[in-house]
């Protein structure tokens, strides 16, 4: 027996049962509510994802302009000042800049994925890195398992873009999943009746499964029962009242024409969704044609990276002034990912790499106490100055702001998950 055990009158069976209620303490003391915690107001977030990595320092955390042709590192564009004191913005947001008083602008979130845009995308949108076999669930998924649908007859979270399992619902199951669409002309394809089967027909059909289900007995298999739940919901969707959701015609003309094009009428269709109590709607902004390399703007494709900022701002800018018009841009809190930013020194072809240790994700509306911006970055946007947010922190911010206890766990079976990894809220943002 070692000397550590002798001079203490500790044998081995007694350190070893101390460790392991030491480590069962904190565990436990981990899962406790913490005891000022901070909670928001907002019923519903509309969640606007840049497929690709949006650069920070060419959107909303501007520097002193660089040159790709010298290969001198800093801003492609100009910086314009916005309605709030010291805080500026690329002159492409310019829509944006005198409404950032509704909105701040994150600039210091962080993580340690560079090159992976899968890997990076999967974090920003469970709110941690991969970790052995659990498929933990997205932050779209579990604000529908904590906070379900505001209306009955529409699902908690519909997606507006193409379906991946990043946005899934992981352990939660299959009741907590997406209703998506990718063409806002014509609504989720999956609630369309086929052709040739009448409203008569449908009846027909649905008598019959209830007198199937009526001879099988009772399950206690979850998958099964989530299965169900599934087909009686989309059964309930594919009526007049939700599917009218989607028809954006019913919308004045000159509405519409403010939000842009398709991505705009993406965040149109967001807001009418809101009014109809979907609780989480995430937006794709994926729409590569414009500058042929969307987002992710190595090379030339930065070169018309404008007009993809430009589209960005209109239908934003558009969607702050429209809830804010109807009087519910308390209850809705925008936010704006992306699963890394972008370096300030420019590659061979003049466009910009991957960079993960600071970049900016964006929230708006929601009744937080918006400064226009959060956080500082150094003189080229490249290394965190003060008030780092961490991937956890964001999300914890946003669990906050909807009402839901981000110190809780989730369970995965008889395992605990926290909700968050852990994350604190940005506490100014509740002041």
């Given amino acids: 027996m070692s000397n550590i055990y002798k001079n203490s009158g500790v044998n081995r069976r007694q350190f070893l049962a101390a460790s392991a209620a030491t480590a069962m303490a904190t565990s436990v003391a981990g899962a406790m509510p913490h005891a000022n915690p901070v909670s928001g107001q907002a019923e519903h977030v509309i969640s606007i994802w840049l497929g690709g990595g949006m650069g920070q320092i060419d959107t909303f955390d501007p520097k002193a302009k660089g040159d790709p042709k010298s290969r001198k590192p800093g801003a492609y564009y100009d910086a314009i000042p916005t309605c709030v004191d010291d805080v500026q913005v690329c002159e492409h947001l310019s829509k944006m800049a005198p409404i950032m008083d509704r909105v701040t602008a994150v600039r210091t979130v962080n993580h340690a994925v560079i090159d992976e845009h899968a890997a990076a995308s999967n974090w920003m949108h469970v709110g941690r890195p991969v970790s052995g076999t659990v498929v933990?669930?997205?932050?779209?998924?579990?604000?529908?398992?904590?906070?379900?649908?505001?209306?009955?007859?529409?699902?908690?979270?519909?997606?507006?873009?193409?379906?991946?399992?990043?946005?899934?619902?992981?352990?939660?199951?299959?009741?907590?999943?997406?209703?998506?669409?990718?063409?806002?002309?014509?609504?989720?394809?999956?609630?369309?009746?086929?052709?040739?089967?009448?409203?008569?027909?449908?009846?027909?059909?649905?008598?019959?499964?209830?007198?199937?289900?009526?001879?099988?007995?009772?399950?206690?298999?979850?998958?099964?029962?989530?299965?169900?739940?599934?087909?009686?919901?989309?059964?309930?969707?594919?009526?007049?009242?939700?599917?009218?959701?989607?028809?954006?015609?019913?919308?004045?003309?000159?509405?519409?024409?403010?939000?842009?094009?398709?991505?705009?009428?993406?965040?149109?269709?967001?807001?009418?969704?809101?009014?109809?109590?979907?609780?989480?709607?995430?937006?794709?902004?994926?729409?590569?044609?414009?500058?042929?390399?969307?987002?992710?703007?190595?090379?030339?494709?930065?070169?018309?990276?404008?007009?993809?900022?430009?589209?960005?701002?209109?239908?934003?800018?558009?969607?702050?002034?429209?809830?804010?018009?109807?009087?519910?841009?308390?209850?809705?809190?925008?936010?704006?990912?992306?699963?890394?930013?972008?370096?300030?020194?420019?590659?061979?072809?003049?466009?910009?790499?991957?960079?993960?240790?600071?970049?900016?994700?964006?929230?708006?509306?929601?009744?937080?106490?918006?400064?226009?911006?959060?956080?500082?970055t150094d003189e080229l946007s490249k290394k965190i100055v003060s008030d780092p947010v961490s991937v956890p922190d964001f999300f914890a911010t946003i669990h906050a702001a909807m009402g839901i206890d981000y110190g809780k766990s989730l369970y995965n079976g008889d395992r605990p998950v926290p909700i968050t990894d852990g994350g604190q809220p940005i506490k100014a943002l509740f002041a």
Avoid: M
Wanted: glycine residues 14%; proline residues 5%.
């Fill in 136 to 376: 933990y669930p997205s932050l779209g998924s579990i604000i529908s398992h904590e906070r379900g649908a505001a209306s009955d007859g529409v699902p908690a979270y519909v997606l507006i873009g193409y379906p991946n399992a990043t946005r899934g619902p992981g352990f939660l199951g299959a009741q907590h999943s997406y209703l998506y669409l990718t063409d806002t002309g014509r609504g989720p394809a999956g609630l369309s009746p086929p052709l040739g089967v009448d409203h008569d027909r449908q009846q027909r059909r649905d008598s019959f499964l209830s007198k199937l289900r009526d001879l099988q007995p009772d399950t206690r298999e979850t998958v099964l029962k989530d299965y169900e739940a599934t087909i009686d919901l989309s059964r309930k969707l594919s009526g007049p009242e939700f599917i009218s959701s989607f028809d954006l015609n019913q919308e004045a003309s000159d509405l519409r024409e403010g939000y842009g094009g398709e991505f705009g009428q993406r965040c149109l269709l967001a807001r009418r969704l809101v009014e109809r109590g979907v609780r989480f709607i995430e937006v794709s902004h994926n729409l590569n044609f414009l500058n042929g390399a969307g987002w992710d703007v190595h090379n030339g494709g930065i070169l018309e990276q404008h007009k993809l900022i430009q589209e960005l701002d209109r239908a934003v800018a558009a969607l702050i002034l429209d809830l804010e018009q109807r009087k519910i841009l308390d209850k809705t809190l925008i936010v704006i990912t992306t699963e890394f930013g972008r370096p300030p020194e420019f590659d061979s072809g003049g466009g910009r790499g991957h960079q993960g240790s600071a970049f900016t994700c964006v929230l708006a509306g929601g009744g937080l106490n918006h400064s226009g911006a959060y956080g500082q």
